[in-house]
């Protein structure tokens, strides 16, 4: 069994056997234990786009209720990987070593960081992610960089230059392609 924390309700961890999604209803600050998770956290404090998120409206940065922390201590305790942004302003807040892309980084005694790109997994959009996975070495992943089709974003700026046209709004950038999820339960499956 493994514990999807901080994901969609009915989303693409919903209805698998040997996974317990846990959305927003239920909380996931609140997991005890005892399986192994893939965990979500909310991005929206920790991303790129923070300070804009702040100015417009008024949403402090690094300010998410305590879910970054939660499934850190989650993963820490249970094992498993938690997946944010890259350049997540969390890794920097909580010292975490920062990834490099193509292999997997140790960070501490059984702790391991990575980027992917979710496009080599069917993302629209290149999506580059940081991995910090709790374990045993981890097996590999896909670390190409495929032409992604889209761009991430809700910025009129991108309008006019390539990809500009071809925007990924929120519902579909925050989603996880089944591709990538699949890679995630095989990785904490080890």
């Not at 999604?21 to 956290?41: K, V």
Request: charged share 25%; glycine share 8%.
């Amino acid at each position: 069994m493994i514990a999807a924390l901080y994901v969609e309700k009915n989303g693409v961890y919903y209805g698998l056997p040997n996974v317990d999604p846990w959305d927003e209803e239920r909380d996931a600050r609140s997991y005890d234990g005892p399986h192994r998770i893939i965990a979500h956290p909310p991005c929206a404090a920790w991303c790129r786009l923070a300070g804009l998120r702040q100015h417009k409206y008024g949403y402090p940065k690094g300010e998410d209720e305590g879910c970054f922390l939660a499934a850190l201590i989650s993963l820490r305790l249970y094992g498993g990987v938690l997946e944010h942004p890259a350049y997540s302003d969390a890794w920097k807040k909580y010292n975490l070593a920062k990834p490099i892309r193509g292999a997997w980084r140790m960070a501490h005694t059984n702790e391991w960081t990575t980027e992917v790109s979710q496009a080599a997994y069917g993302h629209r959009a290149r999506k580059r992610t940081w991995l910090y996975y709790v374990g045993p070495k981890p097996k590999d992943l896909d670390w190409s960089e495929p032409e992604h089709t889209a761009v991430v974003s809700g910025s009129h700026n991108h309008c006019g230059k390539p990809l500009g046209s071809k925007r990924v709004w929120s519902r579909e950038a925050k989603a996880t392609p089944v591709a990538f999820r699949d890679a995630l339960i095989e990785l904490v499956n080890g």
